[in-house]
């Protein structure tokens, strides 16, 4: 008998999404993509050899199950699951309006999308009674996180099932966090998109500190990003994208109201301050 493998889509084949189209290939996935950009629909086709698709309105029964690859590959997929990397929430509303009628009760929606929070909230209201399960998917590790399967993902709402966290820690994930309510994953995400922009503020601000203080900026920075002061912003400073950061940070100013402001200029103030967080993790 034919061994029957695991299948999905990814549409939005951005940095995020074709990272995670690789590792799930990488891990015997058979995967379909799909984006409205020619150039990233080329680019994953020379890579891979298969056809990417423009649009979720060519992905029938079969294209679902991995149609864009071999026959073979055909045969062998299984229940069909779409990852959802576009960039906004308003192209991930229409992705999932779409896909709520093309696919079927056995399939499932991944929204990987950073959304905005009160959009993810309501996720319950645009599931489809006989549709796929819909997941609110925000992960945390990026590109490279993807693609070596070390991301930190988040399974958002309800319709999570075992299987689902079973599915990522094979293939893309290396700690899976489940949150029982819609909205509480993207919340969450957006809190720690947050503190990596001021992570990434404060290492930038210090460069700037270092440059007026007439030091060696290459020996400095590196000493900031190995030293006790590092972060992974710090390591990754010099690709990051600025615009995505500045986004979310709008996002979640925009659920929470005005961001705190960080400021060292009174030095007291601090071991309050960091004495507060602490009360508060041991309560949790």
Known sequence: MTERRDAAAVVGLGDLGISIARRLRETGVVVTGIDGAAERRSLWEEETGLGALAATDELGPNRAAGA?????????????????CVRTTEQAAAVVDDLN?????????????????????????????????????????????????????????????PEDAAFLERTLASLVLP????????LAKLLNNALAAYNALAFGSAVELAAEAGLDIPATAELLRRGSGGSWMADAFA???DDLLAKDAALLAAELGPLPTI??????????????ARSLLDEG
Do not use: C, H, K, N
Request: aromatic share 4%; proline share 9%.
């Open 101 to 161: 009628w093309r696919l079927g009760p056995d399939s499932v929606l991944y929204v990987v999308t950073t959304l905005a929070v009160d959009f993810a909230r309501g996720l319950g209201e645009r599931a489809a009674t006989a549709g796929p399960r819909l997941i609110e998917l925000p992960v945390s590790g990026g590109r490279g996180g993807a693609e070596r399967g070390e991301l930190v993902v988040m399974t958002g709402g309800p319709a999570v099932v």
């Open 239 to 241: 690709g990051l994208v």
């Open 68 to 84: 864009s690859a071999a026959t073979s590959d055909r045969e062998q997929a299984g229940v069909p699951r779409a990852f959802i």
């Open 179 to 186: 949150m029982p309510r819609y909205g509480d994953a993207t």
């Open 263 to 276: 400021d060292l200029g009174d030095p007291d103030a601090l071991p309050p301050a960091l004495a507060r």
